[in-house]
């Protein structure tokens, strides 16, 4: 079975530009999630969708923006590039959405590169 | 602020030793944990998860303890191996209406042949 799959794999904009990054979750996973990792940290939280509907968002600026479709694929869009937003860009899904927690499984991310 | 830090930076193991990775979270509230495995150019991979209502939990070569009454994570890697070289992230669920994640800043683990 496929897991969280991502695109485009690598990509490099100019500052100002926007860029568009897609996530296809595991099969009968309901959940997307979103994260940012910066060379040499921990991922960092951006959103979670569940049902096509935000249900969080990290410390992130509006220049942030995601949204599920009906078949639970997402994009994440980030407009007004900066150089500061190049990072390793992690999708993650998981079954459902839950306090008690799921197993949340990542994809290998989209590496993004602002010249 | 949320935390979830890891001891020790790096590691260095021989191939067949134990490896300990150690993990400090600060959320007392929080009651899931995952530990991932990431090796460069990846995404972070899946090891094992506990729940709060669990101390000890084992998967195949790998155990995870859980002391809650000094919020700390380790994960066990028994007949460490040159595959288990990566960096190793603990991460902490904070409900805050989402399955929001919280990690440190990761431990290399490097296992010598």
């Known amino acids: 079975d496929a897991g969280v799959t991502q695109s485009p794999t690598h990509l490099i904009k100019t500052r100002g530009q926007h860029v568009t990054l897609r996530c296809s979750p595991i099969?009968?996973?309901?959940?997307v999630s979103w994260y940012q990792q910066v060379l040499g940290q921990g991922p960092q939280f951006i959103f979670q969708?569940?049902?096509?509907?935000?249900?969080g968002r990290g410390n992130f600026p509006d220049r942030f923006s995601a949204r599920q479709f009906p078949n639970y694929s997402s994009e994440l869009n980030v407009n007004a590039l900066l150089l500061g937003d190049s990072a390793l860009y992690l999708c993650?899904?998981?079954?459902?959405?839950?306090?008690?927690?799921?197993?949340?499984?990542f994809g290998e991310g989209s590496w993004l590169t602002v010249v | 602020g949320e935390s979830v830090g890891l001891h020790l930076p790096t590691l260095s193991v021989q191939e067949g030793d134990n490896s300990i990775i150690n993990c400090a979270y600060s959320?007392?509230?929080?009651?899931?944990f995952i530990w991932y495995k990431q090796e460069s150019g990846k995404g972070p991979q899946f090891i094992i998860d506990i729940r709060s209502n669990m101390d000890k939990r084992q998967g195949q070569r790998v155990t995870v303890l859980l002391n809650k009454t000094v919020k700390h994570l380790s994960l066990q890697i028994a007949a460490t191996q040159p595959g288990d070289s990566a960096v190793y992230f603990c991460?902490?669920?904070?409900?805050?209406?989402?399955?929001?994640?919280?990690f440190g800043k990761g431990m290399k683990l490097t296992v010598n042949p």
């Open positions: 993650a899904s998981s079954s459902s959405w839950d306090r008690r927690g799921n197993t949340i499984y």
């Open positions: 969708y569940y049902e096509k509907e935000e249900r």
């Open positions: 991460a902490e669920m904070v409900w805050g209406g989402s399955e929001k994640l919280v």
């Open positions: 099969s009968g996973h309901k959940s």
């Open positions: 959320n007392s509230a929080s009651d899931y």
